[in-house]
């Protein structure tokens, strides 16, 4: 069974420009969640969504983030424009959604972006 | 080996010692706590998990203490391998009112020398 997959796995963009990333959770996870590891620091959260709807955007930094999950399947997360601060890693995880709220999150290997 | 505190990034041990990682957390509400670790590269990767209601588990090689009195969680790896060598993070939930919410510590970077 594939994991979960998220392009691209690295991006480097100028102040100003516009990335978008990509995950695929597991086959048949209505979680999916977004992280993000800012340099040194710890792993924080985004948002979550059970299947294409937000369950929880309060860690969403700014205006400048847009997440979707269209038809309840991948998600992409659109930063735009892209500021210094927002260069890190951003993983994305997903849980199965059967069992509440304290599943096992299994993430992806990440998208490192580095905005110059 | 074992990590002081929860800013002591990093622990060094020798190949076949047991090694213990610890983590404060934060909130005393907290419900669940997993440990993830993550290599080089890579995405976080379960370990091992841990409800309130218990005060330790059991893995294969890696056993996990919860103390509610002092908010204190550790993660023993026994006989530790080079390939134990990474990032290890704990989580914390509270489900009542983070939902799935997870929150991380800073991680602690293991390295295991042959």
């Known amino acids: 069974e594939a994991g979960v997959t998220q392009f691209p796995s690295h991006s480097v963009i100028e102040k100003g420009q516009t990335v978008t990333l990509r995950c695929d959770p597991i086959?048949?996870?209505?979680?999916l969640y977004w992280y993000r590891r800012v340099m040194g620091k710890e792993i924080k959260f985004l948002l979550h969504f059970v299947k294409e709807s937000k369950q929880d955007e309060s860690g969403m930094p700014n205006n400048r983030f847009l997440a979707e999950r269209t038809g309840g399947t991948y998600s992409t997360l659109k930063v735009q424009p892209a500021e210094l601060e927002d260069s890190g890693v951003y993983f994305c995880?997903?849980?199965?959604?059967?069992?509440?709220?304290?599943?096992?999150?299994?993430f992806g290997p990440g998208t490192r972006l580095l905005v110059l | 080996g074992e990590s002081v505190g929860l800013h002591l990034p990093t622990l060094s041990v020798q190949e076949g010692d047991n090694s213990i990682i610890n983590c404060a957390y934060s909130?005393?509400?907290?419900?669940?706590f997993i440990w993830y670790k993550q290599e080089s590269g890579k995405g976080p990767q379960f370990i091992i998990d841990i409800r309130s209601n218990m005060d330790k588990r059991q893995g294969q090689r890696v056993t996990v203490l919860l103390n509610k009195t002092v908010k204190h969680l550790s993660l023993q790896i026994a006989a530790t391998q080079p390939g134990d060598s990474a990032v290890y993070f704990c989580?914390?939930?509270?489900?009542?009112?983070?939902?799935?919410?997870?929150?991380f510590g800073e991680g602690t970077q293991l390295t295991v020398n042959p």
């Open positions: 989580a914390e939930n509270l489900s009542e009112t983070s939902g799935s919410r997870l929150t």
């Open positions: 995880a997903s849980s199965l959604g059967t069992s509440g709220t304290q599943e096992t999150q299994y």
């Open positions: 909130n005393s509400a907290s419900d669940y």
């Open positions: 086959s048949g996870h209505d979680n």
